[in-house]
Antibody, heavy 124, light 112 residues
């Protein structure tokens, strides 16, 4: 069974840092680009960051650029999101998501497996 | 990185059909047939319901269908059922964000 399990969320003060993790299982992790998507309380989905299968290519939403860093450890099937200089508006549930395979091709802009999410709360 | 535009809410009675719209630009919805739709029940992770504008993943009911015209996409749910009550998000490939996607603001579907 394909599974994603996020961890690392916590209550943190403004300006603080955290490292979020996403443990993947049930698929060949290293062949899939992966994404982080967040959802603020009562709000919609926001794509945060993406990383290629090898880790050699990364992208970020403008709202987190320069503060968040996405990485992966393919030997341990784990995706990470290092979050720094946290602000109140970063308060959200953070999901990791796996792209779908369509007609034998991995399509990063369709996410067919999501974790349950990990909650980051930024407050003093 | 502007979000796609969706109505905040729609409603319908059991058995009826409803349509949710999703408006974008030529950089995303209008430029490519790479629109998807997600269903999210409260406290749950999103679920992929439609991809490539019109296609359903295995296991998704045929009551869900998608379409696109110009810069706007639509999700139609026919034969509404109580369990369809959820939030729905459109999403699209965008040429502005390699490895990224753009989401709509979400639409709350209420089954009356």
């Amino acid at each position: 069974e394909v599974q994603l399990v996020e961890s690392g969320g916590a209550l943190v003060q403004p300006g603080g840092s955290l490292r979020l993790s996403c443990a993947a299982s049930g698929f060949t992790f290293s062949t899939y680009a992966m994404s982080w998507v967040r959802q603020a309380p009562g709000k919609g989905l926001e794509w945060v960051s993406g990383i290629s299968g090898t880790g050699g290519s990364t992208r970020y939403a403008d709202s987190v650029k320069g503060r968040f860093t996405i990485s992966r450890d393919n030997s341990n099937n784990t995706l990470y999101l290092q979050v720094k200089s946290l602000r109140a508006e970063d308060t959200a549930v953070y999901y990791c998501a796996k792209p779908a395979m369509v007609r034998g091709v991995i399509i990063y802009y369709y996410m067919d497996v999501w974790g349950k999410g990990t909650t980051v709360t930024v407050s003093s | 990185q502007s979000a796609l535009t969706q109505p905040a809410s729609v409603s319908g009675s059991p058995g009826q059909s409803i349509t949710i719209s999703c408006s974008g630009t030529s950089s995303d919805v209008g430029g490519y047939n790479y629109v998807s739709w997600y269903q999210q029940h409260p406290g749950k992770a999103p679920k992929l319901m439609i991809y490539d504008v019109t296609n359903r993943p295995s296991g998704v009911s045929s009551r869900f269908s998608g379409s696109k015209s110009g810069n706007a996409a639509s999700l139609t749910i026919s034969g509404l059922q109580a369990e369809d009550e959820a939030d729905y998000y459109c999403s699209s490939y965008t040429n502005n964000i390699p490895l990224g996607v753009v989401f709509g603001g979400g639409t709350k579907l209420t089954v009356l």
